[in-house]
T-cell receptor, first 118, second 105 residues
């Protein structure tokens, strides 16, 4: 297992364009999370899936953000009509709901996708 | 009020000293508490988790949980330069802003 994989690693786009990030979780993990992190701040929760169901979405998340996990495996995060304030590192993490209770819901993060909006 | 708050840093300690990190949370019903370490330019990685009141020790790290006070802490004993990083407290899916620790050789 190669861990959590995110693509692309870097994306530079112009304001108003749409961007999409992909996350491939650890294969046996059934939960998948998206976070956004800016310099000097902790990861900000965006949303999470259990299998293909989107169970929670941050109230702070703009309607321009949408995430999918159609087959319960990889996930995509799309940002429509990007704004300069969307510039950040987008982190994906996965966890196993069925891990022993002593280790349940421990997040394993990918390397992230850095978005720069010009 | 933020869901998870950490003591402001940065925190500078000499090598071999104890680094003490604090975290408070707002949701009294929270059940799972985590400490992650994030090196500059890297993603967070788990140090340890705690679910029950009291102390939990793992090597040089000790996590302490007090649900009545809604307080979680992390102690790093015998601090090493390699411990220099940002330490993130997480409660369920929410993270604090992190405390940056620098260990002086």
């Amino acid at each position: 297992d190669t861990g959590v994989s995110q693509n692309p690693r870097h994306k530079i786009t112009k304001r108003g364009q749409n961007v999409t990030f992909r996350c491939d979780p650890i294969s046996e993990h059934n939960r998948l999370y998206w976070y956004r992190q800016t310099l000097g701040q902790g990861p900000e929760f965006l949303t999470y899936f259990q299998n293909e169901a989107q169970l929670e979405k941050s109230r702070l998340l703009s309607d321009r953000f949408s995430a999918e996990r159609p087959k319960g495996s990889f996930s995509t995060l799309e940002i429509q009509r990007t704004e300069q304030g969307d510039s950040a590192m987008y982190l994906c993490a996965s966890s196993s709901l069925t891990a022993p209770a002593s280790g349940a819901n421990v997040l394993t993060f990918g390397a992230g996708s850095r978005l720069t909006v010009l | 009020q933020k869901e998870v708050e950490q003591n402001s840093g940065p925190l500078s300690v000499p090598e071999g000293a104890i680094a003490s990190l604090n975290c408070t949370y707002s949701d009294r019903g929270s059940q799972s508490f985590f400490w992650y370490r994030q090196y500059s330019g890297k993603s967070p990685e788990l140090i340890m988790f705690i679910y029950s009141n009291g102390d939990k020790e793992d090597g040089r790290f000790t996590a302490q949980l007090n649900k009545a006070s809604q307080y979680v802490s992390l102690l790093i004993r015998d601090s090493q330069p390699s411990d220099s990083a940002t330490y993130l407290c997480a409660v369920r899916v929410s993270f604090g802003a992190g405390t940056t620790v620098t260990v002086r050789a």
